[in-house]
């Protein structure tokens, strides 16, 4: 298992346009996150999906925003009609809600930069 | 609304040393916290986590205090060295809950 991935990691962008980022996550694991995080800042809480189901979504995510993860498997997170307030790191994080663990395995990120 | 301190912004300790860093949270009581590190670039990576019921854990050169009462938890890294300079988040979380709510973290940067 190589841990999360998500893709691209680097994604420059101008003022208005779409833009869609992936998260895979650790296989066994059935919980999937959502964060942002900008400079200088903790990571703040967008949304996150057990299986298939998004359970729960932070009021940070306005409706230019969308998360979907079919088939519980992998998860995306489109950005429409991007802002230059939307440049930020973007993490997706993924953990196991077997036996109640609480620990969240991070991605690398993607990089968002909205000129 | 929940509010999360961490101690400082940065901390610079020499080699050797003990560093003690402190999230003092308000408005909330988490059932559980958990520590990360976090390199520059990078997610983070989780280290710790300490129950409402513990009031210490170790693992290693790290050790986790957890007081309910004073609303503080210490994240304490003994023998520092130069690998463990990085920005360490305390992310305190509710017993129903799932979403992690971090601090802003503090730099801690360890000093050859």
């Known amino acids: 298992d190589t841990g999360v991935s998500q893709d691209p990691r680097h994604k420059i962008t101008k003022r208005g346009q779409n833009v869609t980022f992936r998260c895979d996550p650790i296989?066994?694991?059935?919980?999937l996150y959502w964060y942002r995080q900008t400079l200088g800042q903790g990571p703040e809480f967008l949304t996150y999906?057990?299986?298939?189901?998004?359970?729960?979504k932070s009021r940070l995510l306005s409706d230019r925003f969308s998360a979907e993860r079919p088939k519980g498997s992998f998860s995306t997170l489109e950005i429409q009609r991007t802002e230059q307030g939307d440049s930020a790191m973007y993490l997706c994080a993924s953990s196991s809600w077997d036996r109640g663990n609480r620990e969240q395995y991070f991605g690398p990120g993607t990089r968002l930069t909205v000129t | 609304s929940q509010k999360i301190e961490q101690n400082s912004e940065a901390l610079n300790i020499q080699e050797g040393k003990t560093a003690t860093l402190t999230c003092n949270y308000t408005?909330?009581?988490?059932?559980?916290l958990q520590w990360y590190r976090q390199d520059p670039g990078r997610g983070p990576v989780f280290l710790l986590l300490i129950r409402e019921n513990e009031k210490e854990k170790r693992k290693e050169r790290l050790k986790v205090t957890f007081d309910t009462t004073l609303k503080q938890s210490l994240f304490h890294i003994t023998a520092s060295q130069p690998a463990d300079s990085a920005t360490y988040l305390c992310?305190?979380?509710?017993?129903?809950?799932?979403?992690?709510?971090f601090g802003k973290g503090t730099k801690l940067s360890v000093i050859p």
């Open positions: 408005n909330y009581s988490p059932a559980y």
């Open positions: 992310a305190p979380l509710g017993a129903g809950s799932y979403q992690l709510t």
């Open positions: 999906f057990q299986n298939e189901a998004q359970l729960e």
């Open positions: 296989s066994e694991h059935n919980r």
